[in-house]
């Protein structure tokens, strides 16, 4: 991980507190300051990063994300020169009601998480492949090394 990466997981992480602390002091809890305090303190489903397993084998790289409990519709993956950017979009809402207790409950969440990787190789989109089987995302595609840019001086 580089320098700037290293950078902008921390100011990530920080925006992200900031975030609940905000929610916490100035969305004033309805019913109970217990849950108010809970729901900040509550693990959030995905995580801000995503982790990426990326490894090779003789003839492939192979890119592998866990990412339990999300759609396959609420995942979108792209290929950027030889980058890949994999996001999740995960939106919830949850709705309970009692007509005799004259109880309604209402949730609602969204989430992103995205992360880019480098690869060392060329990601040529008509040959990769993705799949989703079991809560894990796999992205592969052939080894291509990249073409030498490099321009010789005069």
Known sequence: MDEH??????VEAGQDFVRKMDE??????????LNAIDSFFQQSGLPSRLAIDVFETETEWVAQVDLPGVKKENIH????????????????????????KDYYHRERKHQHAERMVQLPYVVDKKTTKASFRNGVLEVRGPKKKKPNNYLEID
């Open 5 to 10: 990466e290293k950078r902008s997981e921390l």
């Open 77 to 100: 993956v792209d290929i950027i020169g030889d980058r890949l950017k994999i996001m999740v979009d995960y939106n919830e809402e949850t709705n309970k009601s009692n007509e005799n």
């Open 24 to 33: 916490l002091f100035y969305n004033r809890p309805k019913n109970n300051i």
